[in-house]
């Protein structure tokens, strides 16, 4: 059981370059989402979605995009990169409000972005 | 849209002392209110969390009371200890997750 598993661990952009951060996770939860995290900052989510097939804008979505045509994964997309987008990206899953770990989100170990 | 909203953003205290992390939420549908704790570098941990129909829960040294009334929920640590000292996040929501700002602890030997 690997819980949340993000790739890469650490990348450099360029600017105008795109590139997609990977995450999955394998404790079929239908809950996924995606955050940012700026130095000496909190956690602002970007976008998130429900189950397979079903995504939505969070409070950072601009520049973003994401899909989830599994319920496992869920990549998140930087259509043209910008140094405004370096950041800490992590990647989140929970599932329902029943049993003892419902509703307990779990993180990936987090992606070091930077673009120059 | 829904806001988190966290106070004190630093907190100093000495060994030994209680800290009381305040949080205020917006979206009254929130039903789950998780704490977490960030160190340099690392993923949250969460230390303690509280579903809505629950007032207060308390874990060793840790507590969490909650207020829907007033869409409020606090973070108790008492008998700090120097390995307190990070980052600590609260969050609210039901399936979609909105974190506050986060508090900013030294505990002082």
């Known amino acids: 059981n690997a819980g949340v598993t993000q790739t890469p661990k650490f990348q450099v952009l360029k600017t105008g370059q795109s590139m997609t951060l990977q995450c999955a996770q394998d404790m079929n939860h239908e809950y996924m989402s995606w955050y940012r995290q700026d130095p000496g900052m909190g956690l602002r989510l970007i976008h998130y979605s429900v189950g397979a097939g079903i995504t939505d804008q969070g409070e950072v979505p601009n520049g973003y995009n994401v899909s989830r045509s599994t319920t496992e994964d869920f990549p998140l997309r930087l259509l043209s990169a910008a140094p405004s987008q370096t950041s800490v990206y992590f990647c989140a899953s929970s599932t329902s409000g029943t049993g003892s770990t419902g509703n307990t989100i779990y993180f990936g170990e987090g992606s070091w972005l930077t673009v120059v | 849209g829904e806001n988190v909203e966290q106070h004190p953003s630093t907190l100093s205290v000495q060994e030994g002392d209680s800290a009381v992390i305040k949080c205020t939420y917006s979206?009254?549908?929130?039903?789950?209110f998780p704490w977490y704790k960030q160190e340099l570098g690392k993923r949250p941990q969460l230390i303690i969390d509280?579903?809505?129909?629950?007032g207060e829960k308390k874990d060793q040294r840790i507590a969490v009371t909650l207020n829907k009334t007033a869409k409020h929920f606090s973070l108790h640590i008492t008998e700090t200890q120097p390995e307190d000292s990070a980052v600590y996040f609260c969050a609210a929501g039901t399936y979609k997750y909105i974190f506050g700002t986060g508090t900013r602890l030294k505990v002082l030997a």
């Open positions: 979206d009254s549908a929130s039903n789950y």
């Open positions: 509280i579903r809505s129909n629950v």
